[in-house]
């Protein structure tokens, strides 16, 4: 299939200001990007956007439990330790493999529909999750969840990776859960693995001020960087640590640069009344920063976007300065840095020979009245919202368009994720 977007406003993350442009799409690929009106070849399919339409890059959801949308509305407005313990972890231990797999899909279905093209998964048979995503046509970095020293769980993620790690719109991390979760000996074997078979890891961190406390005083480490350090994870291809809501300042260097990456899950922090990340902090020593939506059970939605406008707010009120953390930084968070947190090279941006994970977007809406090339970043995070979202493709493939998904039969993903979740939630 080959594409033409005509006379689109270009824009992601990494742009000072948008850009009318026709972009051609080739083989899962931008191919061609030209001045709006200048589009020159044959395309199979025309999509005209009159100067009104944007195109996006698909967002990556940086950090999610997907299948937990089974769990969504279970113990509401109650703290991190006791919902994970008392509402939570008892029902998971129920799950089934069907339950994740129609729990994904349904999942996915919501992704789609609000621009979402990628997400990274942490969570339980995650084989299914995985054939759940190439059915759907959605990309994912996928982890097993590690809890305690068992090596079955390991091997499991062992394995996740030795069977799908490779295929197309895939990557596959190790996935320990918690500094918390995982005594000290089995991360440093998890690290050590994930090492010497190539793989990422990805881990909860930090998220609960209680965590800085089990790290130094309960297992004795004189600091957190030096927890980092003797567990391996510098050794480790690449490193995502979810949530770091407590993390101290003079910490942050320790984490700047390309290996590791912060996802940041604003909604999640504020509802379960973990804190606030200091993001700005961390964007001033360059820490690569992603966004998340964690789980449905704890957020409640899987809307990226909205991810983006709580950030974006949510900084600028708690540090006084509405000049810190803009409209184009959480674009770039909700885009680029999530790709590259997940291993997928030329992802993120709308350029010539990257993937074509893009999202359109319907600018010919009321509160739109007034946009322009340089202030779009600003209409789209502060007044936009996933509801104008027209249409989203991967890999130059629609999964989402008006209102449908195409190859998918959603009266059956949504009648078999009601099935699961009321098997769940049974007495």
């Known amino acids: 299939m080959s594409c033409l977007f005509r006379d689109v406003v270009c824009l992601d993350g990494t742009m000072q200001c948008a850009a009318r442009k026709d972009v051609a799409v080739e083989n899962g690929l931008v191919s061609n990007l030209w001045p709006a009106g200048k589009a020159a070849g044959h395309f199979s399919e ?24 089974l769990l969504r509305g279970l113990g509401e407005e109650t703290p991190l330790k006791e919902w994970l313990e008392k509402r939570i972890w008892p029902v998971e231990a129920r799950l089934t493999p069907e339950h994740v797999y129609w729990g994904t899909r349904s999942a996915i279905l919501e992704m ?56 197309d719109g895939l990557t596959i991390q190790l996935g320990p859960h918690a500094p918390y979760t995982v005594e000290p000996a089995d991360m440093k074997t998890i690290a050590a693995t994930a090492r010497d078979i190539g793989a990422g890891l990805h881990m909860h961190f930090l998220e609960a001020e209680w965590e800085r406390s089990h790290i130094v005083e309960t297992l004795g480490y004189s600091s957190i960087v030096d927890y980092m350090e003797k567990m391996g994870f510098d050794d480790v291809p690449y490193m995502l640590l979810a949530h770091c809501v407590w993390l101290a300042e003079n910490e942050m260097p320790r984490i700047a ?32 920063l992603s966004l998340g939506t964690d789980g449905a059970a704890s957020n409640n939605r899987l809307d990226v976007w909205e991810e983006m406008r709580t950030a974006a707010l949510l900084h600028k009120g708690y540090l006084g300065d509405p000049t810190v953390v803009r409209a184009s930084d959480v674009l770039k968070m909700a885009t680029l840095g999530g790709a590259r947190s997940l291993g997928f090279a030329k992802t993120g ?22 946009f ?16 104008d979202v027209e249409a989203t493709m991967i890999a130059g493939r629609w999964i989402y368009s008006k209102g449908d998904h195409p190859g998918q039969d959603v009266g059956l993903i949504r009648r078999e994720a009601l099935r699961c979740r009321n098997e769940l939630t049974r007495p």
């Open 349 to 370: 941006c709308i350029r010539e020979g990257w993937r074509a994970n893009l999202a359109v977007v319907d600018l010919d809406r009321p509160h739109y009245c007034g």
């Open 112 to 167: 789609a529909s609000t621009g979402t093209t990628c997400f990274a998964d942490m969570y339980f048979e995650m084989d299914e999750v995985a054939r759940a995503c190439c059915d759907a046509g959605m990309n994912a970095g996928l982890c097993r969840g590690i809890v305690g020293g068992d090596r079955a769980k390991l091997d499991q993620g062992v394995s996740l990776f030795e069977r799908w790690s490779g295929r």
């Open 46 to 69: 025309t999509c005209d956007g009159g100067g009104v339409k944007a195109l996006i890059p698909g967002f990556v959801n940086g950090h999610t439990h997907a299948a937990m949308v």
């Open 257 to 288: 640069g390309d290996h590791y990456t912060v996802a940041h899950n604003p909604s999640s922090n504020l509802k379960l009344g973990s804190g606030i990340a200091p993001v700005h902090a961390m964007q001033s020593v360059g820490v690569n």
């Open 372 to 387: 322009n090339e340089e202030n779009l970043a600003a209409f789209m995070v502060y007044a936009g919202s996933s509801a």
